[in-house]
């Protein structure tokens, strides 16, 4: 968990960047305060899906897992839209340009969170192998896979 509050907290601070840098075109000025908005909102929503995430796979409960899966779709699915929504009803933006930043939130974030899971999901099905057949040729892949998986992920 703390890894994936550095990759997170790494991943505000290149959006930021990005987002304060894109204010200053003038064709796609005025979605600043919708992107960072959209980012609180998504951070939160990935922090806690991760948490349970963590939970479902250390407790091996696959059902609730992919039904965790299918909850988040449903909540970021709705998020997506009701944020810009409430956004524009509120501020009344004079173009339509200011949706730009809060896609590319929304794009960099489901990335993010599409390749936290899918390492999650291949720690998993390793743990799982693991769990049934442990012997000692199994013991010398498990070695063999965290090397290479640390290697490969982390440097």
Do not use: C
């Not at 779709?73 to 004079?94: D, H, N, T, W």
């Not at 999650?120 to 010398?140: A, C, D, G, L």
């Amino acid at each position: 968990f703390p890894r994936f509050l550095t990759y997170l907290f790494s991943l505000i601070l290149i959006l930021l960047g990005i987002i304060n840098g894109l204010d200053h075109y003038e064709i796609i000025t005025g979605g600043k305060t919708l992107a960072e908005i959209s980012i609180v909102v998504f951070a939160i929503i990935n922090i806690l899906f991760v948490l349970l995430a963590a939970f479902f796979s250390e407790r091996s409960d696959d059902k609730n897992y992919l039904n965790l899966v299918f909850l988040n779709f449903i909540v970021k699915f709705v998020v997506v839209l009701i944020i810009p929504f409430i956004y524009y009803q509120q501020v009344k933006p004079e173009s339509s340009n200011f949706i730009v930043p809060y896609i590319i939130v929304y794009v960099v974030f489901t990335i993010f969170e599409t390749w936290f899971l899918s390492k999650k999901v291949k720690m998993r099905k390793h743990k799982w192998y693991s769990s049934f057949f442990p012997n000692e040729n199994n013991i010398i892949k498990n070695r063999r896979f965290n090397f290479y998986w640390n290697r490969a992920n982390f440097g």
